[in-house]
């Protein structure tokens, strides 16, 4: 399996399928970065509970996704990966889901660090209103229908858009930490 075909069965919503094919490229050592990180959230989404519940995932395979997940992040932690858009992941999901401190000037350090990477430009956004050019360009990614990482991506900035917009909070008056 190529990369292709798991963002393609990504797309489809074959979520266990695409699963597969990220970890076929991450055992033959392809793609690493955008498989990882594809991968990571795909299991961050499945083994969230509205997800997997509305999707009708296997409970096996929501369980497997978990239990992968948390191996997922320990491997983002290497240092080759602290700064990439894996360690991204790793970071932000260690803060939705686990509830640990990821704040914003180490959000910021991300895009310091790898200006190429505008991923973390969405916690940026929907924390404090910054970034928001690079926050709108990810509502609607390339190639088609999106990946789970595209989806959920676009559902934080198009929420936090919304927030900003009903509420009258300005961008440009960050939120406190």
């Given at each position: 399996?190529?990369?292709?075909?798991?963002?393609?069965?990504?797309?489809?919503?074959?979520?266990?399928?695409?699963?597969?094919?990220?970890?076929?490229?991450?055992?033959?050592?392809r793609?690493l970065?955008q498989a990882?990180a594809?991968?990571?959230?795909?299991?961050?989404?499945?083994?969230?509970?509205?997800?997997?519940?509305?999707?009708?995932?296997?409970?096996?395979?929501?369980?497997?996704a978990?239990?992968?997940?948390?191996?997922?992040?320990?491997?983002?932690?290497?240092?080759e990966?602290r700064?990439?858009?894996?360690?991204?992941?790793?970071?932000?999901?260690?803060?939705?889901?686990?509830?640990?401190?990821?704040?914003?000037?180490?959000?910021?350090?991300?895009?310091?660090?790898?200006?190429?990477?505008?991923?973390?430009?969405?916690?940026?956004?929907?924390?404090t209103?910054?970034?928001?050019?690079?926050?709108?360009?990810?509502?609607?990614?390339k190639g088609?229908?999106?990946?789970?990482?595209?989806?959920?991506?676009?559902?934080?900035?198009?929420?936090?858009?919304?927030?900003?917009?009903?509420?009258?909070?300005?961008?440009?008056?960050?939120?406190?930490?």
């Open positions: 399996m190529t990369l292709f075909d798991a963002i393609e069965l990504d797309r489809a919503g074959d979520l266990p399928a695409a699963a597969s094919a990220y970890e076929a490229c991450l055992i033959e050592g793609d970065p990882m594809n991968l990571m959230a795909l299991y961050f989404q499945s083994t969230d509970y509205g997800v997997w519940s509305g999707s009708g995932l296997d409970l096996a395979f929501v369980r497997h978990g239990e992968r997940l948390g191996q997922l992040i320990q491997d983002a932690e290497q240092d990966l700064w990439s858009e894996v360690g991204f992941w790793a970071r932000y999901i260690k803060w939705a889901d686990w509830g640990e401190v990821f704040s914003i000037e180490e959000c910021r350090e991300f895009m310091r660090r790898d200006p190429a990477n505008i991923e973390p430009a969405f916690h940026l956004y929907a924390l209103g910054e970034r928001e050019a690079d926050a709108v360009s990810l509502l609607h990614p088609g229908l999106p990946t789970v990482r595209a989806s959920y991506v676009s559902a934080v900035v198009q929420s936090a858009m919304d927030v900003r917009k009903g509420r009258g909070v300005r961008p440009d008056v960050p939120v406190k930490e």
